[in-house]
């Protein structure tokens, strides 16, 4: 009998569990094993799934619990768009190429030809406003004048947590501790500067450290490391109004011309599609992003550079606007997202896909100064999206978009 086939008897047996299998076996060995085992109890056939390009040691415990194998999604790349170009103090400057990784059919193209409009007009400025990576943990206390208490010390000794906390990570930078008092109950929003790292895990152990203190200091107790008020991976106004991870900005102005010759239509459309569409019609339902569809540059951009899929939330945390200038002229258009979580170290940045598609964008590891590259990359991404945006837009205003879909096969 194989190593494989005793294993997958122990664990129909009882004797293991799935999650313990690289205890007793490689983790390539345990991929396997389970891969086996889930073929058996299905009947699903992983011939795919099992051949993969990275390597499983480098993966599990980081990346995976109970490996299987692989998932692969198509990837395309849209550009090159044109940033900076004419103003240099951003983060990125010149012509960058951005690798998409998408299921949905028409996007890349989409997104592609905004980016050709962005390319026409000159280039786009963009810029990262804000960096502040946040967690938020949430304390007990027996009344409100605790909870006074509690939030005055908060204020008072923002650079003791910082020393607290920065003692945590060689990179971290604590920004701001702002206490938030309900009642019985203290939030206290930490936002870091987590330079190339996404940082959520350096914000968690850094926030640990100071809730500690916190709790040393005051009569507040701690309930959990997160109240939610970060807010991670959901829908917040905190984050729209007060940023979370990057908050990046990009515009652009296209002539007329390059509005007719490029999109289709003219300014006039675009601009009257965007209010009704994407300020009214958001306001209307009540939306926390007012814009076209700028999740879906973000999401193919996480997927394909090994960001947090999930951050894709806040990624879409996002307003769009467009004015018609110069007598007709021209038009202006900008895209400005509150939360981009990206970073170019750690998570699935390191797997080898995704260092590939860092390093087609040229922000792989750590940028000089550090937090340069993981700024560059949401300049990139919040510059392509403004392209999508840009598309999307003029696609409805020349009623394009049901043709365009129809033949690129969504």
């Given at each position: 009998?194989?190593?494989?086939?005793?294993?997958?008897?122990?664990?129909?047996?009882g004797e293991?569990?799935l999650h313990?299998?690289?205890?007793?076996?490689?983790?390539a060995?345990?991929?396997?094993?389970?891969r086996?085992?889930?073929?058996?109890?299905?009947?699903?056939?992983?011939?795919?799934v099992?051949?993969?390009a990275?390597?499983?040691?480098?993966?599990?415990?980081s990346n995976?619990?109970?490996?299987?194998?692989g998932?692969?999604?198509?990837?395309?790349?849209?550009?090159?768009?044109?940033?900076?170009?004419?103003?240099?103090?951003g983060?990125?400057s010149?012509?960058?190429?951005?690798?998409?990784?998408?299921?949905?059919?028409?996007?890349?193209a989409?997104v592609?030809?905004?980016?050709?409009?962005?390319?026409?007009?000159?280039?786009a400025?963009?810029r990262v406003?804000?960096?502040?990576?946040?967690?938020?943990?949430?304390?007990?206390?027996?009344?409100?004048?605790?909870?006074?208490?509690?939030?005055?010390?908060?204020r008072?000794?923002?650079d003791?947590?910082?020393?607290?906390?920065?003692a945590?990570?060689?990179?971290g930078e604590?920004?701001?501790?702002?206490?938030?008092v309900?009642?019985?109950?203290?939030?206290?929003?930490?936002?870091?500067?987590?330079k190339?790292a996404?940082?959520?895990?350096?914000?968690?152990?850094?926030?640990?450290?100071?809730?500690?203190?916190?709790?040393?200091?005051?009569?507040?107790?701690?309930?959990?490391?997160?109240?939610n008020?970060?807010s991670?991976?959901?829908?917040a106004?905190?984050?729209?109004?007060?940023?979370r991870g990057?908050?990046?900005?990009?515009?652009?102005?296209?002539?007329?011309?390059?509005?007719?010759?490029?999109?289709?239509?003219?300014?006039?459309?675009?601009?009257?599609a965007?209010?009704?569409?994407?300020?009214?019609?958001?306001?209307?339902?009540?939306?926390l992003?007012?814009?076209?569809h700028?999740?879906?540059?973000?999401?193919?951009?996480?997927?394909?550079t090994?960001?947090?899929?999930?951050?894709?939330v806040e990624?879409a945390?996002?307003?769009?606007?467009?004015?018609?200038?110069?007598?007709?002229?021209?038009l202006?258009?900008?895209?400005?997202i509150?939360?981009?979580?990206?970073?170019?170290?750690?998570?699935g940045?390191?797997?080898?896909?995704?260092?590939?598609?860092?390093?087609?964008?040229?922000?792989?590891?750590?940028?000089?100064?550090?937090?340069?590259?993981?700024?560059?990359?949401?300049?990139?991404?919040?510059?392509?999206?403004?392209g999508?945006?840009?598309?999307?837009?003029?696609?409805?205003?020349s009623?394009h978009?049901?043709?365009?879909?129809?033949?690129?096969?969504?």
């Open positions: 009998m194989s190593d494989v086939d005793d294993l997958a008897e122990r664990v129909e047996e293991l569990r313990e299998l690289e205890a007793h076996a490689d983790e060995t345990a991929a396997e094993v389970r086996l085992l889930v073929e058996r109890r299905t009947g699903a056939a992983l011939d795919t099992g051949d993969y990275f390597a499983p040691e480098d993966a599990v415990g995976i619990e109970n490996l299987v194998g998932a692969q999604v198509p990837m395309g790349v849209v550009g090159p768009v044109r940033i900076n170009a004419d103003d240099p103090d983060a990125v010149g012509d960058k190429y951005l690798p998409m990784a998408t299921t949905e059919g028409a996007l890349v989409s592609n030809r905004g980016c050709a409009a962005i390319r026409a007009g000159g280039g400025t963009a406003l804000k960096n502040a990576m946040t967690r938020a943990p949430v304390f007990r206390v027996a009344d409100v004048g605790e909870a006074a208490e509690t939030a005055a010390w908060v008072e000794h923002t003791d947590l910082a020393g607290t906390a920065e945590t990570t060689s990179h604590l920004r701001e501790a702002t206490p938030y309900v009642g019985d109950s203290v939030f206290v929003r930490f936002a870091y500067d987590t190339d996404m940082g959520m895990n350096m914000a968690t152990i850094a926030t640990q450290e100071a809730a500690e203190h916190i709790e040393a200091e005051t009569p507040a107790e701690l309930v959990a490391l997160s109240g008020l970060c991670d991976k959901k829908p106004a905190v984050n729209a109004v007060n940023g990057r908050t990046v900005s990009a515009d652009v102005t296209l002539s007329r011309e390059t509005v007719a010759d490029v999109l289709k239509t003219t300014p006039e459309a675009i601009a009257e965007n209010t009704r569409k994407n300020l009214v019609g958001s306001a209307k339902a009540g939306s992003g007012f814009n076209a700028a999740a879906n540059t973000v999401a193919a951009a996480f997927l394909a090994g960001q947090d899929i999930a951050q894709v990624g945390n996002a307003i769009t606007t467009v004015d018609v200038r110069d007598g007709g002229d021209t202006y258009a900008s895209l400005t509150a939360s981009l979580e990206v970073g170019t170290v750690g998570g940045t390191k797997l080898p896909t995704q260092a590939e598609a860092l390093d087609v964008v040229g922000v792989r590891g750590g940028g000089s100064p550090p937090g340069a590259n993981a700024d560059a990359l949401a300049e990139v991404i919040t510059t392509a999206a403004l999508g945006e840009l598309s999307l837009l003029g696609a409805l205003a009623s978009l049901a043709s365009a879909h129809e033949e690129l096969g969504r």
